[in-house]
């Protein structure tokens, strides 16, 4: 019998909703007490993959990973998690997850141009698809259902007027992932924030190699 969409969609959304890095517990073991595992003998038995940018290592996405994983559990859905900080690889993960045929797919876009493209292939194949962390001025452009996450320009023009407020002359903005348009967004909202008031720049750093970060973003300072 084949699976109803809208059941589908609730459980990716439930899932993709964990973006933050926690579930209800913080990222920590739910305990067996409270109906951990409520309404898993009972409800169909669903297929998500879920697809991020992450590296290895990374301890934010170890986190969002961690809660998604708890999120499926209590709701009786298999997760499949996989990532990769490379656009095209992380793509040909998401074709990955078409091919096996899951019943939904939740997938960060730090590179719209490259990933969106075949996320939209998931959604046109009848395959409920969300975004999720990175990609939310590009998700409804893909036939993605949802998306989870912060509007990023937002984010940093508060913190630029949070800056402004504190007679910051000259900020730095450190993005970590190159071509990450999330990050961008940050940094453009924080320029907007601090207005003429003073400057902003932008230090790119590699965030595999944490060594290098910290000597590059000490090296800035100094």
Known sequence: M????????????????????CSSTGGAPRSEDGGATAGGVDTPRYVVAMVTH?????????????????????????LRYSSDPQAPNQA??????????????????????AIGPVAKKAADA??????????????????????????????????????????AQHALCVIHEQGNSSQESRCEGIKKGLGDSGEMEVLYVNGMDLTAVTSTVQAKLA
């Open 126 to 167: 009848g395959i409920p698809t969300v975004g999720l962390n990175a990609g939310m001025d590009d998700y409804q452009k893909y036939g993605m259902s949802a998306f989870f996450g912060q509007e990023e320009k937002v984010a940093g023009t508060k913190a630029g007027e949070r800056l402004k407020s504190e007679d």
């Open 54 to 78: 992450g590296a290895p290592g990374d301890t934010y996405w170890d986190l969002v990973r961690k809660g998604a994983e708890d999120a499926a559990a209590k709701d009786n859905i298999e």
């Open 2 to 21: 084949k699976k109803s969409r809208k059941a589908v969609v609730s459980a990716l959304c439930l899932v993709a909703a964990v973006l933050g890095g």
């Open 92 to 113: 040909n993960l998401v074709q990955s997850a078409i091919d096996a045929g899951v019943d939904g797919i939740a997938v960060t876009m730090p590179n719209a141009g």
